[in-house]
């Protein structure tokens, strides 16, 4: 089993940025693909960006590219996300996600977080 929690969610006005960070237990961390998905009301959740276990590979959405960034630390069980020059679509809920393989599909993921609210004002 693997528990995660997210934080560092909140509201922004356009342009400015944000970090989430996603805090595992459980589990050895460094075995797990990590992943961040968001979900906006009334819409399907989505894929944001992927990382495989050792950092080397990682994976951006169309929608975030240049703009996002995903690291992880396996000393500190922590993955984060880095979000700038945000815009008001990408306000959502938030979640990370851990699996063995790391992708774009979230059946790729076996453990989910509770989410982070990100709001972007105009």
């Known amino acids: 089993q693997v528990q995660l929690v997210e934080s560092g969610g909140g509201l922004v006005q356009a342009g400015g940025s944000l970090r989430l960070s996603c805090a595992a237990s459980?589990?050895?961390?460094?075995?797990?693909?990590m992943g961040w998905f968001r979900q906006a009301p009334g819409k399907e959740r989505e894929f944001v960006t992927a990382?495989?276990?050792?950092?080397?590979?990682?994976y951006y959405a169309d929608s975030v590219k240049g703009r996002f960034t995903i690291s992880r630390s396996n000393a500190k069980n922590t993955v984060y996300l880095q979000m700038n020059s945000l815009k008001p679509e990408d306000t959502a809920v938030y979640y990370c996600?851990?699996?063995?393989?790391?992708?774009?599909?979230?059946?790729?993921?076996?453990?989910w977080g509770q989410g982070t609210q990100v709001t972007v004002s105009l």
């Open positions: 996600a851990a699996g063995p393989r790391s992708g774009t599909s979230d059946s790729y993921y076996d453990y």
């Open positions: 459980g589990r050895p961390f460094s075995t797990y693909a």
């Open positions: 990382i495989n276990w050792s950092g080397g590979r990682t």
